[in-house]
């Protein structure tokens, strides 16, 4: 074997580069302005301009396509560390893979020639359209329409919660082409451009968290598509959405890691700085336990992220297990440590002067998107029952 043991479990020195790299812009040029895009529910322009300025914008994009072609785990590793200092921010390069995954995973070479470029190069980003008012976990009870008319389609219906809706160019969306035809294989994936006749998005959503990443519902009024813009068969619109989130999920597990990340560093400072009973308060056992647990829990939802991510690049047949339990465990753990983070500040955590209020709210929606953890527990079930 050409690895040798001590290289296991310990990530190459370019990966830690990485990180070293990530950390400095977001530092310099994303934390500043965290709060604000909170406070104001306010897309991040600057931190956007930062991640574009360095390319961390939407890192997976394979260099035939002018990108940097940042590998499963390097995607996760930018956005964890955009993650620990703005969640919000984190969304960029998280929704850029998530909206062009389908066409990178199914799409003829001319649609990723076509609209692949100009995200890599900053111009663009890219929302994916699955979920609906009524069919948020059920997806395959869609009710968007594409009808069949010549040589294009004409799409009509609604899209619920998208992410980066309206500040994006381009959505990938999922609409039944056969109303007739079996569940979950009558569904075909198109991409839709901002702009297109008779396509709309409503008002931003007043959101928990992530306040600086708009959500909004997308509206078709019979927009025109040529078949140039569908995204793999006929058909198949389902299959690859739920693929693309076997890779995605990994993702958030990733941006849920940097959010407990954050909140733990910030915890630790306090802990250390804060005095009552004539000592910092880190010299109680009590807070010691409750910190050992964070990093504890933190630790291992990290290997989980970063296992999964391995598996994404190699596109392992249980990935389906692994992005679902990475994600599932990585929220959860983000859950409990926000929380306790509040906790560990008293007062402190619970007002805007720190950062920790923001983090607990921010880490709520990793638990909810790209499918409930409820969701992800019959993702693992289905797996476990199958083999
Ligand atoms: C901020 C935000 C951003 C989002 N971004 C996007 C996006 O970019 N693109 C996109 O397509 N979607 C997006 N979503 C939608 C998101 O993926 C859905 O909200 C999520 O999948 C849950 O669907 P739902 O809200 O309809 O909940 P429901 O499906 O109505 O679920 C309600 C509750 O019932 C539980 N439940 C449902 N079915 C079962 C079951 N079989 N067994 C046990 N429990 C069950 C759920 O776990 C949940 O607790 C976003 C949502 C939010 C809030």
Known sequence: MSTSTFDLFQLPDEYEELRAAVRTVAEEKIALFAADVDEQSRFPTEAYDALRATDFHAPHIGEEYGGVGADALATCIVIEEVARVCASTSLIPAVNKLGTMPLILAGCDEVKQRYLPPVARGEAMFSYGLSEREAGSDTASMRTRAVADGDSWVLTGQKSWITNAGASRYYTVMAVTDPDGPRGRNVTAFVVEEGDEGFTVGEPERKLGIKGSPTRELFFDGVRLGDDRRVGNVGDGLKIALRTLDHTRVTIGAQAVGIAQGALDHALAYVKERRQFGKAIAEFQGIQFMLAD?????????????????????????????????????????????????????????????????????????????????????????HLLRT
Do not use: W
Request: charged share 20%; net charge neutral.
């Open 294 to 382: 964070m990093a504890m829990t933190l630790a291992a939802a990290r290997q989980m992220v970063y296992a999964a991510a391995a598996k994404s690049e190699r596109d392992d047949p249980d990935l389906s297990f692994f992005g679902a339990a990475a994600k599932c465990y990585a929220s959860d753990v983000a859950m409990q440590i926000t929380t306790d983070a509040v906790q560990l500040l008293g007062g402190a955590g619970y007002v805007r002067d720190h950062p920790l209020e923001r983090m607990m709210r921010d880490a709520k929606i990793t638990q909810i998107y790209e499918g409930t953890n409820q969701i992800q527990r019959m993702v693992m079930a289905r």
